[in-house]
C-alpha cells in the first residue's frame, strides 16, 4: 500500500512538472531533441528614437473624442481625446519628438456682428518625459504617434460651447510648429455660439 502510494505521488509529481514546462519539439531525420519555448514569443517592437526637426504637427479627432474623468457617475464631458502625429523631415510618416507638446484649448464665443472671438481656455504642455506614456505601442500606417487623453480643470465650464483645439510644437530649438484648429462642439445644454 505504501509502494502504490510512493508510485501514484510519483506519477502525479511527474505529470505536474511535465505541464509546467513548456517545450517544443524540433525534429531532424533521425533524432527528437526538445528545448524550451523562449518566454514571451510576440514580436519585439524596437523603440523609433525620437527626432530633432519636427516640420508639421497633424492631429486627429474621431467623431466622439469626448471623456468622462469624473468618479461621480454623472458622465459630465471633462476631458478629449486627441491623435498627435509628429512629421520629420525625412518621410511623410509619424516620428517622436525630443520637444514639448502643446495642446490649446480656445471657446470661440461671437461678437454682435458675427466676428468670432477665440479666448484661449486652457493649456496642456507636455515635454517629452510627460508626453512619453502617451506614444502608440506599434506604427500604424501614418507611422508613430501620440494618443493623447487630456482632462481639463473641473472648474473650467465649457458644456454645451463651442470649443477650437490647436496642438504646437515646440522644438528643442526653440521652433513652434502648430497643427490647424480643429472646431468642435463640447456637449451639453445648448451646444453652439
Not at 58 to 86: E, H, Q
Amino acid at each position: 500500500m505504501v509502494r502504490a502510494k510512493k508510485n501514484w505521488v510519483t506519477l502525479a509529481l511527474a505529470s505536474v512538472l511535465a505541464t509546467a514546462v513548456r517545450c517544443e519539439q524540433t525534429s531532424s531525420n533521425t533524432t527528437t531533441q526538445w528545448k524550451p519555448l523562449a518566454k514571451d514569443t510576440a514580436p519585439r517592437v524596437e523603440d523609433p528614437g525620437t527626432e530633432s526637426n519636427i516640420i508639421r504637427v497633424s492631429k486627429f479627432f474621431n467623431a466622439d473624442p469626448w471623456l468622462s474623468f469624473a468618479a461621480d457617475g454623472s458622465g459630465r464631458v471633462d476631458g478629449v481625446r486627441i491623435t498627435v502625429y509628429l512629421e520629420g523631415p525625412n518621410a511623410p510618416k509619424g516620428v517622436f519628438g525630443d520637444g514639448t507638446l502643446i495642446v490649446e484649448m480656445y471657446r470661440l464665443d461671437h461678437e454682435k456682428r458675427g466676428r468670432e472671438v477665440p479666448t484661449l481656455v486652457h493649456k496642456w504642455e507636455l515635454p517629452p518625459d510627460q508626453a512619453y506614456p502617451w506614444r502608440a505601442k506599434q506604427a500604424t500606417g501614418m507611422g508613430w504617434g501620440y494618443g493623447l487623453r487630456l482632462q481639463w480643470p473641473a472648474e473650467l465650464d465649457i458644456q454645451g460651447k463651442q470649443v477650437a483645439f490647436v496642438v504646437k510644437y515646440r522644438r528643442t530649438d526653440g521652433r513652434i510648429v502648430s497643427s490647424s484648429r480643429q472646431v468642435v462642439n463640447v456637449p451639453g445644454a445648448g451646444v453652439g455660439p
